[in-house]
């Protein structure tokens, strides 16, 4: 839990009863110690002096001031001094855990003087010993405290890290799916040229095919404006590194990508279900992403293991699984680097208004199971187009 928290307030009434508890039955033992018996007003300053504890995580120094108050009463009437020692020394703690150092060096030299107090008004044939235990005790409970302290502060600032690394993460693959529309998007203005060229080109020689490129750069121009739009809410960002003039990756290369795939070791399967057709080049290059990423993480990953990837064409969208009988990846582990990784197959996934799960299967292995859906557009120029 973290120290700057305030601790649940049940757990550490809990705490402070128990304590007040086993300082009533250790003062049972004061007559045989050489000291009173404990009395009402005994009892009452004990309970002052370790029931304030319950609210140390709110007002850490307040309840050490409080309770040092208490002993130091309970002290001067003359009765037990070790019988109010616990809930100071759990109050000294507190505060070098919350607090700074300097704070709790000032809280531990209050306490070694009420030791020191203790010892005076108790006449102990031997202050050094008195002065070494508080000494000893005081120094003990600031050092853990101050551990403690930074143990916490370490583990915000990781915590900090990792929220940056992973905001760079998203924003460095939302800039790269930028960029590949941007490719798209060129394509589909490269159709449109065409198009209209031919039918510019035979607009009074065959007003059949003057209408149906027309048609084609209605259906074309519309799946351009999506792009852009999912463009328009992706940031931008250049890379240098990345390679000019590639082609575009479809579902068609996708047997090139398993070729390569087994060429590294690993077994994969390929299955086809419902009637191919073409799809949107985004929707094609998202689920063709996320096929490359889930193989990659079992070649790393997985260990000896075998792949299955599915592709489903429904009639108004596209599922995509891959899945594997290995050891299973843990999430923890997937690239969020230069590879993409599970971040960057979420914000693919989420660009396309699809859906993704990853996780470990029941029967064994691992399984990444994406949806996207498809244009109505689309949907029908594949259906209609003859292959």
Known sequence: ????????????????????????????????????????????????????????????????????????????????????????????????????????????????????????????????????????????????????????????????????????????????????????????????????????????????????????????????????RRMLQVLREEDPEAPEGAPMPTLARLGDLLERVRSGGLRVDLAVEGTERPLPPGVELCAYRVVQEALTNVLKHAGPARARVELSYGSHGLTVRVTDDGEGVNPDRVSTGAGHGLIGMRERAKLYGGTISVGPRAEGGYQVQLTLPTSAANTRRGDDRTR
């Open 1 to 228: 839990m973290h120290p700057r928290t305030p601790r649940p307030l049940v757990v550490d009434t809990l705490i402070a009863t128990a304590m007040a508890v086993v300082a009533v039955l250790l003062g049972q033992e004061s007559r045989s110690q050489g000291w009173p018996d404990l009395d009402a007003r005994a009892y009452v300053l004990v309970a002052l002096a370790h029931l304030p504890v319950a609210l140390r995580g709110r007002w850490p120094v307040g309840v050490f001031a409080a309770v040092q108050a208490a002993a130091l009463v309970y002290i001067t009437l003359g009765y037990w001094p070790v019988v109010c020692t616990f809930g100071s020394m759990l109050a000294l703690y507190t505060v070098a855990s919350v607090r700074p150092v300097r704070t709790a060096l000032a809280c531990a030299a209050c306490m070694t003087g009420v030791w020191a107090y203790a010892g005076v008004v108790s006449h102990t044939p031997s202050m050094a010993s008195v002065l070494g235990q508080a000494l000893l005790y005081c120094s003990v409970l600031v050092w853990f405290g101050h551990l403690a302290r930074r143990s916490a502060e370490l583990t915000r600032r990781l915590r900090a890290e990792q929220a940056e690394r992973a905001r760079r993460a998203v924003a460095e693959e939302r800039g790269r799916i930028a960029r590949e529309l941007h490719d798209v998007v060129a394509h589909h203005m490269s159709v449109i040229s065409v198009q209209a060229g031919l039918a510019r080109f035979v607009f009074d020689s065959d007003p059949g095919k003057a209408r149906g490129a027309l048609g084609t750069i209605a259906d074309t121009s519309g799946e351009a404006l999506e792009e852009l």
